[in-house]
Nanobody, 116 residues
Framework: QVQLVESGGGLVQPGGSLRLSCAAS????????MAWYRQAPGKERELVAA???????NYADSVKGRFTISRDNAKNTVYLQMNSLKPEDTAVYYC??????????WGKGTLVTVSS
């Protein structure tokens, strides 16, 4: 069974930066899109950023210009560089990998808290 493990969350002051990582425990056949979602207390889970196998990216409007998603296919890893963090970015961040066949794999989440 494939496991996704996130790391890099923590407490940061407003305006600060964090880099999240998510690695798969083994290669995933026909892996296509890697994505980051987040869920704040009392809110629904939302897409933050996604990147396809071809390198195309898309971002939520709320993070455009501040967050950057990237991937290392050789390491089965996706990254999320988060700059200029705001208190409203506080959430549990989850990674999701999707195959060409529509199979999804989810990580268990990492908490990001933006507070002074």
């Amino acid at each position: 069974q494939v496991q996704l493990v996130e790391s890099g969350g923590g407490l940061v002051q407003p305006g600060g930066s964090l880099r999240l990582s998510c690695a798969a425990s083994r290669n995933i056949f026909r892996l296509n899109t890697m994505a980051w979602y987040r869920q704040a207390p009392g809110k629904e889970r939302e897409l933050v950023a996604a990147i396809t196998i071809g390198g195309a990216t898309n971002y939520a409007d709320s993070v455009k210009g501040r967050f950057t998603i990237s991937r290392d296919n050789a390491k089965n890893t996706v990254y999320l560089q988060m700059n200029s963090l705001k208190p409203e970015d506080t959430a549990v961040y989850y990674c999701k990998f999707r195959t060409d066949f529509g199979m999804d794999y989810w990580g268990k989440g990492t908490l990001v808290t933006v507070s002074s």
